[in-house]
């Protein structure tokens, strides 16, 4: 139960970061509904095409679809209660990295995968339908900045894998680990804290 509703939660975040990415490029209805829809299961789809999981997951459930829909209609129309754009975006996509990640690892720990292996897809859950939203949108996308982004997920996975090794229940250490992906990267945005640069001053 738990891991459907963060799951569920973590679709509606990543639909709402696509709408508001797709609305700031102006981008028509049926423009809007694709961005949104490949930012919330485009990670996804590639982590379950890669574990053999197929179809994929929001073939098998069509939860996944109504989600999108409706997150669509709420963030169209209360696009102009969000004054600050910029911030409702970072919000909801940082929320969206820290629920991903962990529906990423779970869905590696159910494949019986090694915790290194779960980290990735983790990772990659929560990164790539965000990538494929920038890359649609023309923008250079975040991960590939030297923004904490990825490194955020990767940590926070990590530590699922610590803290779960101490008496603690699965739902706690599950729940810590969001925790931990989300308020990293909020740490890393609010004080600005980056991956080192391996260019030159020189360079641009």
């Known amino acids: 139960m738990l891991y459907q509703t963060i799951d569920i939660l973590g679709t509606i975040a990543f639909a709402i970061s696509g709408v508001l990415v797709a609305m700031e490029k102006r981008l028509d209805l049926f423009g809007v509904l694709i961005i949104a829809f490949v930012t919330a299961i485009g990670g996804g789809t590639l982590r379950d095409l890669l574990i053999g999981n197929t179809p994929v997951g929001w073939m098998h459930d069509l939860t996944y679809v109504v989600t999108i829909f409706i997150s669509v209609v709420f963030a169209i129309v209360f696009v102009n209660k969000l004054k600050y754009l910029r911030k409702s975006l970072f919000l909801f996509d940082t929320i969206g990295i820290g629920l991903y990640t962990m529906v990423g690892v779970e869905k590696g720990l159910e494949a019986e995968l090694l915790p290194v292996i779960c980290i990735f897809l983790g990772t990659m859950t929560a990164c790539f339908g965000g990538v494929i939203r920038d890359i649609l949108c023309n923008e250079i996308p975040v991960i590939f900045h ?23 229940k699965d739902e706690y250490a599950y729940i810590a680990a969001i925790l931990v992906v989300i308020l990293l990267r909020l740490l890393a945005v609010r004080f600005k804290i980056t991956l080192p640069s391996i260019y030159g001053k020189q360079m641009p």
């Open 146 to 168: 030297k923004e904490i982004y990825a490194t955020a997920c990767i940590l926070g996975a990590l530590s699922y894998f610590l803290i779960i090794q101490f008496p603690v």
